[in-house]
């Protein structure tokens, strides 16, 4: 039995494949179209999950929606009559596409797909949740969804058990600490649904102590806690109920000016808000979880939503919350839902047991030996080809360890928007230069932002303050810890100012090649840990084809590519391609 699922028209459009409640195939419409978070339909990345099995449109039993348009209709309605003058703008600017295309879900999945069976829907948070627990290892779980807003949920927990999912209670819009964090970000001058994560990442600047750190004390009267960890927002201090902006004139006052011009200067007022921010989402999350743990008596925990990306505050809730285990899946955001409509239609609808859980993230296309070297030898371009997987292996790791910027193509691409060994640039986090190089020459981004060390999973105890046992999302980059003081100075270029990194831990039976090629630097080195970086440029989505990845090389400061069973070094090739500002534009 296939099930085909889908999700797109608000960030991140996916689709996913279902083969007898295996997940074969998952992919984002942005790895295809070039067009970071793309909204589309995914035409590309569901054609991408027919040809991965060989199959056409027909073999399909049935397609599932991640959420339900003409509740989610309802509730913008109701919320533009609500607010009414005020609102008039947004509603007139926003209705065209509702009508046109967002309503007529079931008529441009017929037209497009050709595809003549019925179609499911399956609620926003439901498909959150589904599309993390259904395919976790637990057969029972506490389940907590928190993201910007679905139909009208914006906050929910609930209890996983077999095949079955109830969500107990709901937190609806406008009340949203996705929405919060998002409005933040939007005042700090970064972009919303794309740079929270860069909120994240300046929070660590600023200060941390909540008694010293007036914009903690000034956010905590925008929003009133409940001992449950439920919530409600004073709405005077946010305009996106009605408006296109965020952040309301109240909430710059409050916050001691206007919102910051992008890529204007960032003073420490903007890294103490980032920090005033970070620390209120975990006093709402540790006190929300608390309750959940009372409620269900689970000591499993599974987290989804936008917000489960908040890799800062995922690698404290063992040591701040009663639960003993934590499980995401590596989309947890909306991405993700395409595999949460699918498992649900499968287990749940449909009513099949559970016959599977995520290894690994890798899901999208990939390349064989022959279509890579057809690509390089058509495109005249000058490479190395390994004699051997041990050759590939040990020449990587000598470059790396000779400071080398290396981009890293092989086998199927990752799902989710983490680069986790297979789409990755890699470097030596020994060298204290090197995170300024990344930055500067490679990825063309903000210096705040801290790179993520990869460690195989076996080494992880011995540089990193992890949880016991290791939790499984670090296999997908979503947690950090704290690296061990006597080796912070060891591997500057993974240590974020606070101390700590966001690490990936790998496991040998994930990514054989991967794991071996982390141990040898080890060998050269003794630190066996390497920097991993996406494969992209800043905007852009990371690498999916060899065309994407010989273009970033050389529009950017990638000394070789090791894609497949070939070498390729820069140097060797076209120096007109080298031009980053002219890759840009491209």
Not at 22 to 32: D, G, H, S
Not at 72 to 90: N, V
Not at 195 to 200: A, D, I, P
């Amino acid at each position: 039995m296939y099930i085909l699922g889908i999700g797109c028209y608000y960030h991140d459009a996916s689709a996913a494949l279902l083969k007898d409640g295996v997940i074969v195939a998952a992919a984002e419409e942005e790895r295809f179209t070039r067009k970071k978070h793309d909204t589309s339909f995914p035409i590309n990345a569901i054609n991408y999950c027919l040809e991965s099995q060989n199959i056409i449109i027909n073999d399909i039993d049935h397609i599932s929606f991640y959420e339900k348009p003409m509740i989610k209709f309802e509730r913008l309605l109701y919320q533009h009559l609500e607010a009414f003058p005020k609102s008039l703008k947004t509603f007139l600017s926003s209705t065209p596409s509702w009508i046109n295309e967002k309503l007529r879900v079931v008529r441009t999945i017929k037209k497009k797909l050709k595809y003549k069976k019925d179609i499911l829907f399956v609620e926003h948070h439901m498909a959150h949740a589904a599309g993390s627990f259904l395919i976790s290892p637990y057969k029972k779980a506490a389940i907590l969804t928190v993201d910007g807003v679905g139909e009208w949920t914006t906050t929910a927990y609930g209890v996983g058990e077999k095949n079955n999912i109830t969500l107990l209670k709901e937190i609806k819009f406008p009340h949203s600490l996705g929405l919060l964090y998002s409005t933040i970000t939007a005042y700090l001058g970064f972009s919303v649904n794309n740079s929270e994560y860069k909120v994240m990442g300046l929070s660590p600047y600023g200060l941390t102590d909540r008694k010293k750190n007036k914009y903690y004390r000034l956010l905590k009267k925008v929003i009133d806690i409940k001992p449950d960890g439920s919530y409600q927002f004073n709405m005077q201090y946010f305009k996106y109920h009605y408006a296109a902006r965020m952040p309301s004139k109240k909430l710059c006052d409050l916050l001691d000016g206007p919102i910051r011009k992008p890529e204007s200067e960032l003073t420490q007022r903007h890294k103490n808000i980032a920090a005033a921010l970070q620390m209120l989402l975990e006093e709402v999350l540790t006190i929300t979880l608390q309750h959940v743990h009372k409620e269900t008596k689970c000591d499993n925990l599974v987290l989804a939503g936008g917000v489960a990306l908040n890799s800062v505050y995922n690698g404290k809730i063992l040591k701040n919350t009663p639960f003993k285990n934590i499980w995401m899946q590596p989309n947890p955001s909306d991405g993700g839902t395409s595999i949460g409509a699918a498992s649900y239609a499968y287990h749940t609808i449909l009513g099949k047991k559970r016959n599977y859980v995520m290894p690994n993230a890798y899901l999208g296309p990939e390349y064989s030996t022959a279509q890579v070297q057809k690509f390089l030898k058509n495109m005249k371009i000058k490479y190395y080809k390994f004699k051997n997987d041990k050759e590939l292996i040990k020449t990587t790791a000598k470059l790396i360890q000779q400071n080398n910027v290396i981009g890293w193509f092989q086998n199927r691409m990752e799902w989710g928007p983490r680069a986790l060994g297979a789409r990755s640039i890699l470097s030596n986090p020994t060298n204290p230069q090197m995170q300024e190089v990344l930055n500067l020459k490679v990825k063309h981004r903000e210096k705040f932002r801290p790179f993520a060390p990869v460690v195989c999973a076996d080494d992880a105890l011995k540089y990193f303050e992890c949880d016991i046992p290791i939790p499984e999302p670090t296999d997908y980059m979503l947690m950090v810890y704290p690296i061990k003081k006597q080796w912070q100075k060891k591997i500057p270029a993974v240590t974020h100012v606070d101390g700590s990194g966001r690490l990936q831990s790998i496991r040998r039976n994930q990514n054989k090649q991967y794991y071996d090629l982390i141990k040898e630097f080890g060998k050269l080195t003794d630190i066996p840990i390497l920097i991993n970086t996406s494969f992209n440029i800043r905007g852009e989505p990371i690498a999916c084809t060899p065309q994407d990845a010989y273009r970033c090389m050389m529009g950017t400061g990638i000394d070789y590519l090791v894609i497949d069973k070939f070498l390729v070094k820069r140097e060797d090739n076209p120096k007109d391609m080298w031009d980053s500002e002219k890759y840009a534009k491209d």
